[in-house]
């Protein structure tokens, strides 16, 4: 089951913010995240707040359909509260979003008139800026053509299919249920239904997963010429049923010098086709399709998170939603906030996140972002040819990328 929700200060009944980050609404770009907790099967890695059929309706007739019925009809109306909720916290100086995604979980499992309806509701409240990019994410085989370009029809910019991998063993071990070719038909189904943007999300490092399997994957995701592609190194997240089965010695845990072979030839073989890497594990075969919403929180703008243990940001305060989606409905039915906690950051805890991941960016990141102790190791980094210092602009190399996390760790300690 998904870990337990961190700790925090409380928040007020009407999720009303502090005074400086309520003041702070608007000098950020705005982005809305949706979380829909629904998945058709858990898949043995996952640690998000996701739930199955099955578990939310506890063995009652239709768990295994892909219906939720009453339960999405509760999440959906619980929604669209939250939306309105979050019209009277921001109040008349937020400006329109420029960015919607809506991730899980499994999106898809709602029906496309659903997802359409939640975005609707968002346009309309807020506004959308000219050019929005509006994002679900998708597995291969929760959607169909019709319901491609209904989503289209209705809105949706940009779609991302939860490809992982083209091998059937590796998804076997990763327990994806859909067959390797599904993620390029897919491809092809919503390029036929408009969509400007889309995305292949690939996993390297799984258990049994050898360097041939993975150029397979890649191979076969540059077949479907996606216009973006990410590309994430396989984490063991403790209480996943994949790490129950790596503590009993069924499968290894990944390797530091596989995943670093692996990273190299997804940068070989993307560069190769056109990609560029605009932030460490993710390539987009033009600028105009990186993702703007992910490249809002990489670059510290302000999101709204909409859903059962979404995560927002807005002015420097940041707070996280119940988990549960009953709990999550209970609260907005009796019009308080679905808020469990918060925090008000400090200007050092923003100055270090924004080190954190403005270094992962292509782009890179200011040298005014670093401390003195930061900036004395600067030199040694660059000797070390882990990153490249130009018009005051610290920028990783592709040594650096593949020791992202450590040269972070020199940086801020």
Known sequence: MPSALPD??????????????????????????????????????????????AELLRGAAGAAALDLGETGDAYLDAALTEIDLAERVLGRAAPPVSTVFVGGGTPTLLAAGDLVRLMGRIEDTFGLTAGAEVT??????????????????GGFT???????????????????????????????????AGFEQISLDLIYGTPGE?????????????????????????????????????????????????????????????????????????????????CRHNLGYWRGDDWWGIGPGAHSHVGGTRWWNVKHPAAYA??????????????????????LEQVLLEIRLAEGMSLDRLSGRGR???SDLAARSLLTVAEDRLRLTLDGRLLADAVVRELVD
């Open 376 to 378: 004395a190791r600067v």
């Open 136 to 153: 679900t994410e998708a597995n291969p085989e929760s959607v169909s053509p019709a319901s491609l370009a209904a989503l289209r029809e």
């Open 8 to 53: 925090g200060l409380p928040v007020p009944a009407d999720g009303a913010l502090p005074p400086a980050s309520r003041a702070a609404v608007g000098e950020r770009p705005l982005g809305m995240y949706v979380h829909v907790p629904f998945c058709r099967t858990r898949c043995g890695y996952c640690d998000f707040n996701t739930y199955t059929p």
């Open 330 to 351: 209970a609260r907005l039915a009796t019009g308080d906030s679905p808020a469990y906690a918060r925090e008000i950051l400090t200007a050092e805890d923003r100055r």
């Open 210 to 290: 050898s360097l041939d399997d993975w150029r397979t994957s890649l191979e076969a995701a540059l077949s479907a010429r996606p216009d973006h592609v990410s590309a994430y190194a396989l984490v063991v997240e403790d209480g996943t049923k994949m790490a129950g089965r790596v503590r009993r010695g069924e499968l290894p845990l990944p390797d530091d010098d596989d995943l670093a072979d692996k990273y190299l030839l997804a940068e070989e073989l993307l560069s190769s086709a056109g990609y560029s890497a605009y932030e460490v594990s993710n390539w987009a075969r033009r600028p105009e399709a990186a």
């Open 158 to 192: 940009r779609v991302s299919f939860g490809m992982q991998s083209a091998v059937p063993h590796v998804l076997a071990t990763l327990d994806r249920v859909h067959s390797p070719g599904r993620s390029l038909t897919a491809v092809a189904e919503a390029r036929a």
